[in-house]
T-cell receptor
């Protein structure tokens, strides 16, 4: 099966500009997650979609970040306006519906490296 | 919320030696503990996981142990090889079914295996 894909792989933007990241999860995976890793720190949860609905957005840093998943397929994460501290690697992951005894695995995309200058 | 501490941040071992990475978690309700390996320039990939109803799990040269009372879990890699060099992340989660769970990650351990 095709893996989780993210676009772009790298983005360099100036402070104050807008950037939109895209994630295509594995087909059939209802659960889609966004994570972010700032250099040298842990991978931090941003938000979780179940199909097109936001299940948990407690990790979103502030209202400059907007995530959508229209139609329950791909997702976008928009940062507007971008600030220097938004730099990092943004990962998307997806999981399939699974019972308690099924294999659990979050499949990650390769990430988008965002640099705000 | 959950907090996961991971140690060490860097680890260098000679090829053939063992490597141990340790993590602690804060939320006693956490019941799922995966380990991810991220090679340079690649995506994080699940290498092994353990659930709270199990104390130890092995998969060839990799093993994970869990101590629920102490709230810590460890990754053990035996007979290390150069291709084991990567950043390893531990994570904790409360899993209640339907494939839906949020992972809280540690800060990662950069493992270097010296030939």
């Amino acid at each position: 099966e095709a893996g989780v894909t993210q676009f772009p792989s790298h983005s360099v933007i100036e402070k104050g500009q807008t950037v939109t990241l895209r994630c295509d999860p594995i087909s059939g995976h209802d659960n889609l997650y966004w994570y972010r890793r700032v250099m040298g720190k842990e991978i931090k949860f941003l938000l979780h979609f179940v199909k097109e609905s936001k299940q948990d957005e407690s990790g979103m840093p502030n209202n400059r970040f907007l995530a959508e998943r229209t139609g329950g397929t791909y997702s976008t994460l928009k940062v507007q306006p971008a600030e220097l501290e938004d730099s990092g690697v943004y990962f998307c992951a997806s999981t399939r519906p699974s019972g308690m005894s099924g294999r659990l695995e979050a499949f990650f995309g390769q990430g988008t490296r965002l640099t705000v200058v | 919320g959950e907090n996961v501490e991971q140690h060490p941040s860097t680890l260098s071992v000679q090829e053939g030696d063992s490597a141990v990475i340790k993590c602690t978690y804060s939320d006693s309700a956490s019941n799922y503990f995966p380990w991810y390996k991220q090679e340079l320039g690649k995506r994080p990939q699940l290498i092994i996981d353990i659930r709270s109803n199990v104390g130890e799990k092995k998969d060839q040269r990799i093993a994970v142990t869990l101590n629920k009372t102490a709230k810590h879990f460890s990754l053990h890699i035996t007979e290390t090889q150069p291709e084991d060099s990567a950043v390893y992340f531990c994570a904790a989660s409360i899993y209640s079914g339907a494939g839906s769970y949020q992972l809280t990650f540690g800060k990662g351990t950069k493992l270097s295996v010296i030939p």
